[in-house]
Nanobody, 125 residues
Protein backbone atom coordinates (compact mmCIF):
# COMPACT_ATOMS: atom_id res chain seq x y z
CA UNK A 1 0.00 0.00 0.00
CA UNK A 2 1.40 3.35 -1.05
CA UNK A 3 1.59 6.01 1.62
CA UNK A 4 2.54 9.66 1.29
CA UNK A 5 3.84 11.57 4.29
CA UNK A 6 4.17 15.33 4.11
CA UNK A 7 6.48 17.31 6.37
CA UNK A 8 8.34 20.58 6.64
CA UNK A 9 5.51 22.94 7.44
CA UNK A 10 5.65 25.44 10.24
CA UNK A 11 5.15 29.00 11.36
CA UNK A 12 7.16 31.62 9.49
CA UNK A 13 6.98 35.34 8.94
CA UNK A 14 6.09 36.95 5.62
CA UNK A 15 9.06 36.95 3.26
CA UNK A 16 10.62 33.84 4.76
CA UNK A 17 11.00 30.41 3.17
CA UNK A 18 10.03 26.83 3.83
CA UNK A 19 10.79 23.56 2.12
CA UNK A 20 8.08 20.94 2.21
CA UNK A 21 8.82 17.27 1.70
CA UNK A 22 6.59 14.40 0.66
CA UNK A 23 8.03 10.94 1.18
CA UNK A 24 6.42 7.98 -0.55
CA UNK A 25 6.57 4.49 0.88
CA UNK A 26 5.33 1.20 -0.51
CA UNK A 27 6.02 2.37 -4.05
CA UNK A 28 9.59 1.24 -4.68
CA UNK A 29 11.23 2.15 -7.93
CA UNK A 30 7.85 2.89 -9.48
CA UNK A 31 8.03 6.30 -7.82
CA UNK A 32 10.08 7.68 -10.69
CA UNK A 33 7.36 7.14 -13.26
CA UNK A 34 4.57 8.80 -11.33
CA UNK A 35 3.47 12.38 -11.58
CA UNK A 36 3.76 14.12 -8.23
CA UNK A 37 1.74 17.15 -7.25
CA UNK A 38 1.25 19.52 -4.36
CA UNK A 39 -2.09 20.96 -3.30
CA UNK A 40 -3.23 23.33 -0.59
CA UNK A 41 -6.42 23.42 1.35
CA UNK A 42 -8.01 25.69 3.91
CA UNK A 43 -10.61 24.32 6.33
CA UNK A 44 -13.98 24.03 4.64
CA UNK A 45 -12.60 24.77 1.19
CA UNK A 46 -11.66 22.63 -1.80
CA UNK A 47 -8.10 21.61 -2.42
CA UNK A 48 -6.27 23.94 -4.74
CA UNK A 49 -3.53 22.94 -7.16
CA UNK A 50 -0.08 24.30 -6.33
CA UNK A 51 2.43 22.48 -8.52
CA UNK A 52 3.28 19.25 -10.26
CA UNK A 53 6.34 17.51 -11.62
CA UNK A 54 6.39 14.70 -14.16
CA UNK A 55 9.48 12.56 -14.61
CA UNK A 56 11.59 15.30 -13.06
CA UNK A 57 11.44 17.25 -16.28
CA UNK A 58 8.06 18.81 -16.80
CA UNK A 59 6.77 21.14 -14.12
CA UNK A 60 3.82 23.45 -13.77
CA UNK A 61 2.61 25.87 -11.13
CA UNK A 62 -0.63 27.35 -9.97
CA UNK A 63 -1.08 31.09 -10.15
CA UNK A 64 -0.15 31.74 -6.51
CA UNK A 65 3.01 29.63 -6.75
CA UNK A 66 4.53 30.95 -9.95
CA UNK A 67 7.82 32.73 -9.45
CA UNK A 68 8.04 31.88 -5.75
CA UNK A 69 7.76 28.11 -5.42
CA UNK A 70 9.92 25.39 -6.96
CA UNK A 71 8.97 21.75 -7.13
CA UNK A 72 11.61 19.05 -7.37
CA UNK A 73 11.95 15.34 -6.80
CA UNK A 74 14.61 12.91 -5.68
CA UNK A 75 13.68 9.56 -7.15
CA UNK A 76 16.45 7.83 -5.20
CA UNK A 77 14.73 8.91 -1.99
CA UNK A 78 11.15 8.58 -3.28
CA UNK A 79 10.59 12.14 -2.20
CA UNK A 80 9.17 15.27 -3.78
CA UNK A 81 9.90 18.74 -2.47
CA UNK A 82 8.28 22.12 -2.62
CA UNK A 83 10.65 25.00 -1.99
CA UNK A 84 8.57 28.01 -1.00
CA UNK A 85 10.19 31.44 -1.00
CA UNK A 86 8.93 34.90 -0.17
CA UNK A 87 5.94 33.49 1.63
CA UNK A 88 2.84 35.62 1.97
CA UNK A 89 0.20 35.52 4.67
CA UNK A 90 -2.27 34.13 2.14
CA UNK A 91 -0.02 31.10 1.61
CA UNK A 92 -1.29 29.89 4.97
CA UNK A 93 -2.94 26.51 4.45
CA UNK A 94 -2.50 22.80 4.89
CA UNK A 95 -0.38 21.38 2.07
CA UNK A 96 -0.81 17.89 0.63
CA UNK A 97 0.96 15.85 -2.00
CA UNK A 98 -0.43 13.30 -4.39
CA UNK A 99 0.98 10.74 -6.82
CA UNK A 100 -0.61 9.34 -9.91
CA UNK A 101 -0.31 8.22 -13.48
CA UNK A 102 -0.51 11.72 -14.92
CA UNK A 103 -1.84 15.22 -14.39
CA UNK A 104 -4.50 17.00 -16.39
CA UNK A 105 -5.53 20.56 -15.65
CA UNK A 106 -3.79 20.33 -12.28
CA UNK A 107 -5.62 17.19 -11.30
CA UNK A 108 -3.78 13.95 -10.59
CA UNK A 109 -5.20 11.09 -12.65
CA UNK A 110 -5.40 7.59 -11.19
CA UNK A 111 -3.93 8.48 -7.80
CA UNK A 112 -1.93 5.65 -6.26
CA UNK A 113 -2.74 6.46 -2.65
CA UNK A 114 -5.17 8.16 -0.36
CA UNK A 115 -4.43 11.68 0.80
CA UNK A 116 -1.86 11.95 3.57
CA UNK A 117 -2.18 14.00 6.73
CA UNK A 118 -0.73 17.08 5.12
CA UNK A 119 1.62 19.62 6.63
CA UNK A 120 0.49 22.94 8.00
CA UNK A 121 2.02 26.17 6.76
CA UNK A 122 1.29 29.33 8.70
CA UNK A 123 2.65 32.67 7.55
CA UNK A 124 2.14 35.39 10.10
CA UNK A 125 3.87 38.20 11.93
Amino acid sequence: QVQLVESGGGLVQPGESLRLSCAASGIGSMFSIYAMAWYRQAPGKQREFVSYVIRGVHTNYGKSAKGRFTISRDDAKNTVYLQMKNLHTDDTDDYYCSAGVSVVAGRILEPVSDWGQGTQVTVSY
